[in-house]
């Protein structure tokens, strides 16, 4: 079975700082793997994946990760945080015989000005 | 724009009175799928529809229904709600389950609330 675990449920940051989100993915099949975006009362938006091309990603909003098979991670980072990154994120896998997403349960990011 | 909507944003009923949350697509997807979260946690896969086939969660309460009418529409019926059932309830799409890597698209999800 597959499964994610996002180390941290709340990380704070100063503005400008760099953003560090970790998510470690199990899996017993190369995965496929998401970060997904909740702002306060609204549905999640996808800022990248990963589907076995390049290991590192970019996504939208200046974010990427990169996948490192050895340590079963997919970390999301941001050079520089903007205010407007204050949210909720949220890691998710799945795999090739496409069974349902599997989120982790979350990393609230706060900004500080 | 494509898009998912769900219908209402928020809505409130009451202690056993069921009640129905709607959710349409513009997208034209295959897929579509119903989420619980609570708060502060991940999101919690209650079912899916693959065309006109339902998929239901092994763990998902009996009181918790599903229907598809056309491709646009899909609605969750929750039977007899409970406190326990007061959530945000997303709902999702995608375009094919067997593509690689499908996004899955979610609306803005409806927020329940059980007096």
Known sequence: AQSVTQLGSHVSVSEGALVLLRCNYSSSVPPYLFWYVQYPNQGLQLLLKYTSAATLVKGINGFEAEFKKSETSFHLTKPSAHMSDAAEYFCAVSDPRNTPLVFGKGTRLSVIA | ?115
């Open chain 2, 1 to 115: 724009d494509a898009m998912v909507i769900q219908n209402p944003r928020y809505q409130v009923t009451q202690f056993g009175k069921p009640v129905t949350l709607s959710c349409s697509q513009t997208l034209n997807h295959n897929v579509m799928y119903w989420y619980q979260q609570k708060s502060s946690q991940a999101p919690k896969l209650l079912f899916h529809y693959y065309d006109k086939d339902f998929n239901n969660e092994a763990d998902t309460p009996d009181n918790f229904q599903s229907r598809r009418p056309n491709t646009s529409f899909c609605f969750l019926d929750i039977r007899s709600p409970g406190l326990g059932d007061a959530a945000m309830y997303l709902c999702a799409t995608s375009r094919d389950p067997r593509a690689r890597g499908e996004t899955q698209y979610f609306g803005p999800g409806t927020r329940l609330l059980v007096l």
